[in-house]
């Protein structure tokens, strides 16, 4: 099976990052990449939020989605990968460029390549969870269900 590796917003497949510079539309909220989406999300309070919506990078959002002095909010475990989901299913359902190239990898298997993290990436071993990868492969598989059944 094919396998792409990715790492950051950089080179080919660098679209696929949550950093990479797509914004979306949520519930008439304007998020400028998956990255301020998901880190705002961690928490209840509005302020907060707002505070990680108007970063002007993806780094500082998540640099203050990260600040264990804030709150995070109490299910965070139990709904962070439906919100990883819905980030990357609005950033490509309202970006038609990448999702194009998105459906163009076909059946590949996607690996987040970073060393860091074991979680969302392969990790340092190549034996980390690479939950964001199979996020990607996930809605790459809803987008083509909606795109195939728009078009009967």
């Known amino acids: 099976m094919k396998e792409i590796r990715f790492y950051k917003e950089f080179g080919e497949y ?3 990052a949550t950093y990479s510079n797509y914004g979306f539309f949520k519930d008439g909220v ?11 999300q961690k928490f209840m309070y509005s ?3 707002i505070r ?5 990078t993806p780094k500082i959002a998540s640099t203050i989605g990260r600040d ?3 709150n995070l909010r109490s299910d ?4 962070k990968q439906d919100v990883m989901f819905d980030a990357v299913y609005y950033k490509f359902k309202q970006n038609k460029d990448i999702l194009q190239k998105l459906l163009n990898t076909g059946d590949a298997k996607i690996i987040e390549a970073t060393v860091k993290e074991n979680y969302w ?3 340092p ?3 980390g969870q690479n939950n964001y990868g199979k996020i990607l492969v996930k809605v790459r598989e809803t987008l083509r269900t909606e795109q195939e059944e728009g078009e009967k």
């Open 76 to 79: 965070w475990e139990e709904v």
């Open 52 to 56: 990680i919506q108007n970063a002007e």
């Open 30 to 40: 304007f998020w400028k990449t998956s990255e301020h989406y998901y880190q705002a």
């Open 125 to 127: 071993n190549n034996d």
């Open 68 to 70: 264990r002095k804030l």
């Open 121 to 123: 990436g392969c990790g």
């Open 47 to 49: 302020d907060t939020k």
């Open 14 to 16: 660098g679209y696929l």
